[in-house]
């Protein structure tokens, strides 16, 4: 698998927002959603994103299909930049349209993600009569059996997106990114808003369209449990930055940063009986805007010492691909 | 035949049959005639335009010819809403006034949409500087006293139907730039938006496809109001003598040429039917506006 050609490399990618700026204070506060993040995503790999919320998951996933405006960093999708504010190049506009056929997005709220006014059918056969897909002779056909094929019957081709059920929606969410046949797809958290038989559905014809269809995913999440199963790779991410990342199995078994540990700890276990270690992290995620010096978790970390004050750790490789960014490893 | 009355009780009160194919304008069209009150409406809408156009055939009389010798007549059965003050035929000039002040309103109506539509869409849509300039430039519009432009610019141009329209046209268009623009501010921040920009959609048709639609209630709440607005500022420009000129008629005018004090006490018949027909087009318009709103929303059943 590790030698399957990258799809879409990440480098340094920056998203700050700016805060209101106060009156009579000259100088201009920043929110930085995404801070400097670096991701190699290999062609057919699924890659989870996971973290708790507000770490910038969902603003990494959106920024790379520049869906925001990224403040800093490139992106590289299949060898095209898409950009680089660095090397002040920018992919335009018309171009990066006509690019978004093979990068697509899963949105989180299947509720908001949906046009009130248009059709299952029209949501549906839109981003395809865009790219040309098929030809219109065609489309039709095309797009039923796409909504068939996501757990959609033909009856329901005319109907609203407010007479279908959330588990539906979201459904229709998915087979309109992949009726384009994608390469790529940010899933942002797909099964935050199901109940739990729902999400086991969606994510099961998910992994079944992959095969199909031959996807590459983000999955975007911040069920451990769920990306383990589903993704080759976990990406852990904690206040705007990556602090580790490896194969799914590994960090799951082996997390090195307390962070990681934390979360795995946190998970409910099936045995009422067995007993584990509970999570030790204090307090909740500090304000983006005022980040912690030094290591960003040492507020919350129960193994700080004086030195992850000052100094951020290093990215260190541990073997195996299984990456962190701790001074105590 | 059992099909023949399963279609019939679906046309007008069940929706759609089961299973049955029905396209989306087709089924708007069924949810307003389903609407009584719009339904009536629109016929009597129909009815008062047919009955304009076809002024010359209905009416034996002409609507500029002075007969002083006929002047202020009360109705009779040669002349149904009597004379004016020149001896015109009331009806007549009714008939004819309403050709000039349906197809002023309306098309003043249609040009304060355009313009505030689309001003407001570029505005709310693309924001930056292309907001701040549009909205300087309606806040310049808005400072400006309707009348005191409205005079002057008919005064510079010369005074007459198409002048009109351009003037009300040119001179209202803000408020329903704003309206559109601050429903846009509120609508792009939907998640539905940002899948159109991520399925690769034009901003064209995004605005046109995913934003317009959603945003047609108020869009058409403002230009039913604007009709009325339109008969109501044809008719004070007209007063002015700087609208439609006499002997030309118009609801405006001839509500304005019935404005002394003997004509409001004793000649009802020279100030009620042209008033009488303004509050009739504008309340239908306005439950047309709504049937229609309504019908095109799919949330909305009944």
Redesign the interface.
């Known amino acids: 698998m590790a030698a399957e050609p990258t799809l879409l490399e990440i480098s340094h990618v920056k998203k700050y927002f700016p805060r209101k700026k106060p009156t009579f204070r000259q100088s201009q506060e920043w929110l930085k959603a995404v801070d400097d993040v670096s991701l190699t995503i290999p062609r057919f790999y699924s890659v989870g994103l996971v973290g708790e919320s507000g770490c910038g998951k969902s603003t990494l996933g ?1 920024t790379i ?1 520049r ?1 925001h405006a990224p403040t800093g960093g490139r992106v590289v999708f299949e060898g095209q930049p898409l950009f680089d504010m660095e090397g002040k190049q920018w992919l335009p506009e018309a171009r ?6 093979d990068m ?2 899963i ?3 299947p509720y ?8 299952v059918g ?1 949501a549906v056969e ?2 395809v009569a ?2 040309h897909v098929v030809p219109a002779a065609d489309r039709r056909a095309y797009c039923e059996e796409i909504l068939e094929n996501c757990g959609l019957e033909k ?1 329901f081709y ?1 109907a ?1 997106p ?1 007479e279908f059920s959330g588990g539906q929606r979201q459904r229709i ?1 998915i087979a ?1 990114a992949l009726a ?1 046949k994608p390469k790529f797809v940010v899933c942002d958290e797909p099964t935050a808003a199901l109940d739990v038989s729902i999400q086991s559905q969606i994510l099961n014809l998910m992994m079944d369209l992959r095969e199909e269809l031959n996807l590459t995913y983000l999955f975007i999440s911040h069920n451990l449990r769920v990306t383990q199963a589903f993704c080759d790779e976990i990406v852990v991410m904690y206040l705007g930055k990556i602090i580790e990342q490896g194969p799914a199995e590994e960090v799951c078994s082996h997390p090195v940063h307390p962070y990681t540990q934390a979360l795995i700890n946190s998970l409910p276990v099936s045995n009422p009986w067995e007993t584990k270690p509970k999570a030790q992290i204090l307090g909740s995620i500090p304000s983006a805007v005022h980040i912690p010096s030094g290591c960003r978790f040492h507020p919350r970390c129960p193994y700080a010492t004086p030195r992850c004050q000052e100094d951020e750790p290093a990215w260190k490789d541990i073997g195996g691909g299984h990456c962190a960014a701790c001074h105590l490893i | 035949m059992s099909k023949f009355w399963e279609r019939l009780r679906a046309f007008h009160g069940r929706g759609k049959l089961e299973g049955e194919y029905v396209s989306v304008a087709n089924l708007s069209w069924r949810k307003f005639c389903r609407n009584r009150l719009a339904v009536f409406s629109l016929i009597v809408l129909v009815l008062i335009a047919v009955i304009s156009f076809l002024a010359p055939l209905i009416t034996p009389y002409s609507y500029s010819e002075i007969d002083l010798t006929l002047a202020r007549q009360p109705p009779s059965p040669e002349h149904i809403l009597g004379t004016d003050e020149y001896g015109r035929d009331m009806l007549t000039r009714l008939i004819y006034g309403g050709r000039v002040s349906m197809t002023m309103a309306l098309a003043a109506m249609l040009l304060q949409l355009v313009i505030g539509v689309v001003l407001g869409c570029l505005a709310g849509y693309f924001g930056s500087w292309v907001d701040a300039f549009i909205m300087r430039l309606t806040d310049v519009f808005m400072c400006f006293p309707f009348y005191i432009m409205a005079v002057c610019l008919a005064a510079i141009v010369e005074p007459g139907l198409k002048n009109l329209v351009l003037i009300i046209g040119f001179l209202s268009w803000t408020g329903i730039c704003r309206i559109v623009r601050a429903e846009i501010l509120s609508l792009k921040e939907n998640d539905y938006i940002l899948a159109a920009r991520s399925l690769g959609i034009r901003p064209g048709a995004i605005i046109r496809r995913h934003i317009l639609p959603n945003i047609l209630s108020p869009i058409l709440v403002a230009a039913t109001l604007s009709i009325a607005g339109g008969i109501m500022s044809e008719a004070s420009m007209s007063f002015l003598n700087l609208g439609v000129r006499t002997p030309e008629s118009s609801w405006g005018n001839m509500l304005s040429a019935a404005q002394s004090m003997q004509a409001l006490v004793s000649e009802w018949w020279r100030w009620v039917p042209p008033g009488l027909m303004i509050v009739i087009v504008v309340l239908s318009i306005n439950y047309v506006g709504e049937g229609l709103r309504n019908a095109l929303d799919p949330r909305i059943s009944n």
């Open positions: 959106r299909l869906l990066m349209r006509d690019l978004r056929k697509q997005m949105f989180q709220d908001g993600s949906l046009n009130p006014r248009l059709t029209q839109e981003g865009r790219h009856k005319m609203y407010h969410v309109r384009l």
